[in-house]
């Protein structure tokens, strides 16, 4: 098992330009979750997907839009990148009925 | 905003020594949960305990939760360079699921040899 992964693991963006990050999880798991860091921060949640089909906002959606391809991915999408959401972005997946999140190793990005 | 506050910010010990890191919360909680995030790498989850538990143990760690104060604690006993990480609380708030987990700022914790 790979548990999640995250592609890619380091970007560098023009301020307006657009991106997705992937990540998926062999796990079989239900929920999955996007999350930012920020130095010195614990991590706030950016949206999350409770079952294949649903997505709701978290924390800090603005500027951001997400998809639930399958059960297995979700990705993470910024339209017009600022510099403000320079950050390290985690993904997560949760098993139904438990409540422990599994996380990816991350994407470092970076807008200019 | 974030729901958990964590202190201290950082602590230095050395290798051997016993760490205490405390966290504490604003609304009523399900769970309380504990990560580990080594340097550059994701979150790993170290221990849950319910808002109906007052203690739990897993191998070296000791978790604490008062819920009147608002409050849990995370010993680590004997501690090894390994253990070098920043620890963060996490808690999901009663009436919401396990779907939203708030995450603490984070303790950073160093070991010396």
């Known amino acids: 098992n790979a548990g999640v992964t995250q592609t890619p693991k380091f970007q560098v963006l023009k301020t307006g330009q657009s991106m997705t990050l992937q990540c998926a999880q062999d796990m079989n798991h239900n929920s999955m979750y996007w999350y930012r860091q920020d130095p010195g921060m614990g991590l706030r949640l950016i949206y999350y997907s409770a079952s294949e089909g649903t997505t709701d906002k978290g924390e800090v959606p603005n500027g951001y839009n997400v998809s639930r391809l399958n059960k297995r991915e979700f990705s993470l999408r910024l339209e017009s990148a600022a510099p403000s959401q320079t950050s390290v972005y985690f993904c997560?997946?949760?098993?139904?009925?438990?409540?422990?999140?599994?996380f990816g190793p991350g994407t470092r990005l970076t807008v200019t | 905003s974030q729901q958990g506050e964590e202190d201290p910010q950082a602590l230095s010990i050395q290798e051997g020594e016993n760490a205490t890191m405390n966290c504490s919360y604003k609304?009523?909680?399900?769970?309380l949960q504990w990560y580990r995030q080594n340097s550059g790498r994701g979150l790993v989850h170290l221990i849950l305990?319910?808002?109906?538990?007052r203690e739990k143990h897993s191998g070296r760690l000791r978790v604490t939760l008062d819920t009147s104060k608002k409050s849990s604690s995370l010993l680590i006993t004997a501690s090894r360079a390994a253990d070098t990480a920043s620890y963060f609380c996490?808690?999901?708030?009663?009436?919401?699921?396990?779907?939203?987990?708030?995450f603490g700022q984070g303790t950073r914790l160093t070991i010396n040899p």
């Open positions: 609304t009523s909680i399900n769970n």
């Open positions: 997560a997946s949760r098993k139904r009925g438990e409540v422990e999140q599994y």
């Open positions: 305990i319910r808002s109906n538990e």
């Open positions: 996490a808690t999901d708030a009663r009436g919401q699921g396990a779907q939203k987990l708030v």
